[in-house]
C-alpha cells in the first residue's frame, strides 16, 4: 500500500536540512519517518547510509547500502559509498572487487570519468592489480589523455614482467609506442626488457625517487597479494574442495566393508548412481585422483573431463562441483561454470566462495546486476562471520 507522499516529501526535506547543517542523528530520524511511507525508497536509504558513515558506524552503513544497492542493482552512487565505507573499514578486497563494479556500472551510464576515478582507487588499494590498470589504459587511450595512458601500458608492461610474461609485457610497452612514438620512458621500458633488466615505473614530476622506489616495491608486494588473497574466498574454498576429494580418494578402505549409507555420503547417489553409471567406487576414486592431480599441475582441460566423468558417474558432491565450476570458469566457459558453482553455492562450506565465483562469472558475461546480487552475499557471509553478537540480528533485519 503506497505511503502519504506529502508526509514522505516533508520528512526528506527536514532530513536534507539536518544533514546540510551536519545533525546527522536528526537526519536519520527524519529518514526514517520517510521510510515509515516508503519503506523501499532507495534515496532515503542512502541518506541514512551517509549519516551512519559521517557517525563512524561504519558496519551499520554498509548494512543500510547492501539493502539499497539490492532495491537498485548496478546504481554507481550506491556502489561508490559501499566501496567508500569497505575502504574504510580497512577491507581492502572487498573495497577493491566494489570499485570496479561501480566502474562498471559508470561506464553503463557512459560516465568514463567516474569510472576512471574508481579504477584509480582500486590502483590506490593494489597498485599491482593488472584488470584495474588496464581498463585505465584503455580509458585514457579513448579519452585521448595520452601521456597517462602511456605510464599505464608501462606499469602494466613491469607487471606482466615480474610474472614472467615476457611477451605480454612486450606487447604492452609497443602499445606505448604506438600512442608516442617517442616517449622516453616507454622505449627505456622496452630497452629494459629485451636486456632483462627490470622496468622502472616513474612516478609523476617531482616525485622524490625514495618515495618512487617505494611505489615499485608496494605493487610488487600488491602484485603478489592479488595472485593470493584478492580472490581469497574462492581460493580458500579450492583448497578445502581439494582437501576432502584428497581425504576421499586417499581412504585406506576396502569397498566391500564401506556401507552403503557410507558410500552415499561420498557420492551423494548412492548405489544406484554407481550402478547407472557402471562405475565402481575405485573407478570413481581413480578419475577424482586424476582430477585432483590434473588441476594442481595447471592441466585444466584434463581436469574438467576427469571432473565431468566422476560428476557423471555419482560423485555428486560440493567439492567436486566447485572445482569444475572454477575450472569451467578458468577457461571462460562461463554458463558451465555457473552451473556447477550454483549448485555447490547451497552448501555453507563452499557459499562464500562459491557466490564469490559466481559474480566473477556474471561480471565477465556483463550481467552487473546478476553479478551484483552474488556480491552482495558475499559481503553478508562475511558480515555475518566478523560481527558482533549483538549486531547479528539487526543486520539480518537490514
Not at 516529501?9 to 551536519?22: G, N, T
Not at 561501480?102 to 590506490?124: K, P, T
Not at 599505464?152 to 609506442?177: D, K, V
Request: net charge negative; with cysteine; charged share 25%.
Amino acid at each position: 500500500m503506497a505511503g502519504n507522499r506529502q508526509v514522505f516529501e516533508q520528512a526528506m526535506q527536514r532530513a536534507a536540512d539536518y544533514a546540510w547543517d551536519r545533525q546527522w542523528g536528526k537526519a536519520i530520524g527524519e529518514y526514517m519517518k520517510a521510510l515509515t511511507e516508503f519503506p523501499d525508497d532507495v534515496v532515503a536509504l542512502s541518506g541514512i547510509g551517509l549519516a551512519l558513515l559521517e557517525m563512524g558506524q561504519l558496519s551499520k552503513a554498509l548494512s543500510v547500502y547492501q539493502r539499497a544497492a539490492k532495491l537498485s542493482p548496478g546504481d554507481p552512487a550506491i556502489l561508490n559509498r559501499m566501496a567508500d565505507v569497505l575502504d574504510r573499514m580497512k577491507r581492502k578486497n572487498d573495497a577493491a572487487a566494489v570499485y570496479m563494479m561501480a566502474a562498471e556500472a559508470h561506464l553503463r551510464q557512459r560516465s568514463v570519468e567516474q569510472a576512471i576515478e574508481c579504477w584509480q582507487q582500486v590502483v590506490r588499494l593494489f597498485p599491482g592489480h593488472l584488470q584495474a590498470h588496464q581498463s585505465l589504459a584503455k580509458a585514457y587511450a579513448g579519452q585521448g589523455q595520452t601521456e597517462q595512458a602511456v605510464r599505464e601500458f608501462i606499469i602494466l608492461a613491469a607487471l606482466h614482467q615480474r610474472q614472467g610474461e615476457i611477451e605480454q609485457a612486450r606487447e604492452q610497452c609497443q602499445s606505448a609506442l604506438k600512442l608516442d612514438a617517442r616517449n622516453a620512458e616507454a622505449k627505456r621500458a622496452l630497452h629494459d626488457l629485451e636486456h632483462n633488466q627490470p622496468i622502472r615505473v616513474q612516478l609523476d614530476t617531482g616525485v622524490p625517487a625514495k618515495e618512487e622506489a617505494l611505489f615499485e616495491e608496494e605493487m610488487a608486494v600488491s602484485t603478489a597479494e592479488e595472485g593470493e588473497s584478492s580472490t581469497s574466498p574462492a581460493d580458500q574454498a579450492r583448497q578445502r574442495a581439494l582437501s576432502e576429494l584428497a581425504e576421499a580418494f586417499f581412504e585406506e578402505v576396502e569397498e566391500e566393508e564401506i556401507p552403503s549409507a557410507e558410500l552415499s555420503d561420498f557420492t551423494r547417489g548412492g548405489r544406484r548412481a554407481l550402478a547407472e553409471a557402471e562405475m565402481s567406487k575405485a573407478q570413481l576414486d581413480a578419475l577424482i585422483g586424476q582430477a585432483i592431480d590434473h588441476q594442481m599441475h595447471g592441466r585444466v582441460e584434463e581436469a574438467i573431463d576427469a571432473y565431468r566423468r566422476a560428476i557423471e558417474g555419482g560423485v555428486n558432491t560440493p567439492a567436486a562441483h566447485f572445482n569444475l565450476g572454477l575450472l569451467y570458469q578458468e577457461k571462460m566457459r562461463f554458463d558451465e561454470a555457473i552451473v556447477h558453482l550454483a549448485e555447490a553455492m547451497h552448501d555453507p562450506d563452499y557459499a562464500l566462495g562459491a557466490r564469490f565465483a559466481l559474480g566473477q562469472c556474471y561480471r565477465a558475461q556483463g550481467k552487473i546486476d546478476e553479478a551484483l546480487e552474488h556480491f552482495i552475499e558475499v559481503l553478508k557471509i562475511v558480515d555475518l562471520q566478523t560481527v558482533q553478537r549483538d549486531q547479528v540480528d539487526d543486520l539480518i533485519q537490514v
